[in-house]
């Protein structure tokens, strides 16, 4: 998983994306995730699970792509898989702490 932390103003976003879809453009129904354009809002560092649990705890947002990406979320109690948006196959969701 590709991991980069975004600090500005005080405030953290979390960006945590599969490694195997970093360049492509996945597109269906008018819908679509752009992670060649985007590619460098999410590459950072190479991380595995841990390394992510240990930065998907302290964030104000995250923006998180990808099956496995998305699946840690799950399991981590980040989200539900009801509120995940899959575009073209790739599951995506944005979680926000309010």
């Known amino acids: ?8 103003m005080g405030k953290r976003v979390v960006a945590l994306c599969d490694k195997e879809l970093i360049g492509n453009v996945y597109e269906k129904d008018g819908l679509v995730l752009d992670l060649k354009t985007y590619r460098n ?10 390394e992510a649990k240990k930065h998907l705890e302290n964030f104000d947002s995250a923006n998180i792509v990808g099956k496995n990406s998305v699946s ?3 399991r981590m109690g980040l989200c539900k898989k009801s509120e ?12 926000y702490k309010l």
């Open 84 to 95: 995940v948006r899959t575009i073209a196959g790739i599951p995506h969701i944005q979680i």
């Open 1 to 8: 998983m590709y991991l980069k932390i975004h600090e500005r």
């Open 72 to 74: 840690l979320a799950i």
């Open 41 to 50: 809002f999410y590459v950072g560092e190479i991380v595995g699970e841990e």
